[in-house]
DNA sequence: AACAGGATGTC
DNA sequence: GACATCCTGTT
């Protein structure tokens, strides 16, 4: 895993997160209850016998670490939300190591702010990003001993933070037309009209608005916004002048190919892949 | 407004 | 060849 919480930062996030003062984390999600249950005590493994608590099979063990990865990747996520915030409000890069003295005392004045620390970001004076990522928590704790170890496991959150954006960079989570769907990632890549219609129905969550399946597995699809899905189209091949005339003319070009015809009983903006198998069959 | 399909031009 | 554009006519 490229990304693990300790226990000690896990705890402080859960704290951070259950406070109620901070609105600022977690307004929109719910907080997702992540303590673990409690150990078993230790009476109730001595006195259960082992074939009455039957051990969790392969499959619950599974189940139960994929919900963990869910609520991990759920934390990250807010992290990294919070920091890009902050990062915005402060006008400071997240990766700390990119920081100068007055980038360090932004973010401490900051930090206390949030979690309503007492002033303590005197103690870390005359401090770049890079003095503050050399120095251990003992060192932390030397400057304050009562929060050095807070602001040092909320330094580390934050440089996990900058090590995740490193990894996987600008994951665009755009709504409406994501851009890359649109422009192709490889400049002017000859793109047939049904490939992109496929493309487009590949993605429900961006686009089935302006269009979707009736029947996938028949490959019958519809356009629920002509409009729009022409212009979609026109920015892909550069056509401004695109429009659903146009587009639909393109589309019955395909009849005469058998790549796409009028289904059964003809609907208005309904069409249907002729071969849908082709792509069902190599899985999904 | 969508649909069908011929004609013609473009890359 | 695969459209884009324009057009006539129909549903």
Redesign the pocket.
């Known amino acids: 895993t490229p990304f693990l919480l300790s226990q000690e930062q896990w705890n402080f996030g859960c704290n951070l997160m259950s406070t109620e003062e901070n609105s600022w984390v977690l307004k929109t999600t719910e907080a997702p209850a992540p303590v673990p249950p409690p150990c078993r005590s230790p009476e109730q493994r001595l006195f259960t016998p082992n074939e009455a608590q039957h051990p969790p099979s392969e499959m619950e063990v599974q189940v139960e670490e994929r919900c963990l990865e869910q609520v991990q990747t759920m934390v990250v996520g807010e992290v990294l939300k919070d920091v890009d915030t902050a990062c915005k409000l402060l006008n400071i890069e997240p990766d700390p190591l990119g920081w100068n003295c007055v980038h360090v005392q932004k973010w401490l004045l900051w930090t206390e702010h949030l979690y309503r620390l007492p002033q303590v970001s005197v103690m870390f004076q005359e401090l770049s990003g890079r003095d503050l990522c050399s120095m251990t928590e003992a060192d932390f704790r030397q400057r304050s001993s009562q929060f050095g170890d807070i602001l040092f496991a909320h330094l580390d959150i934050w440089r996990s933070a900058a090590a995740m954006k490193e990894r996987c960079p600008p994951e665009d989570t755009a709504d409406e037309d994501s851009w890359s769907d649109v422009m192709c990632n490889f400049p002017n890549q000859p793109?047939?009209?049904?490939q992109f219609l496929q493309e487009l129905l590949l993605k429900p969550r961006n686009y089935s608005r302006c269009i979707r399946w009736l029947n996938k597995e028949k490959g019958i699809f519809k356009?629920e916004d002509?409009?729009h899905v022409a212009r979609l189209?026109?920015i892909r091949?550069n056509?401004?002048?695109?429009?659903?005339?146009?587009?639909?003319?393109?589309i019955?070009?395909?009849?005469k190919?058998g790549i796409i015809r009028?289904p059964e009983v003809?609907?208005?903006?309904?069409?249907q892949f002729v071969n849908p198998v082709e792509w069902s069959a190599r899985g999904e």
């Open positions: 793109i047939h009209l049904w356009i002509s409009a189209w026109g091949k056509r401004p002048a695109m429009n659903y005339d146009k587009l639909s003319r393109s019955r070009q395909y009849y190919k009028k003809s609907r208005r903006l309904v069409y």
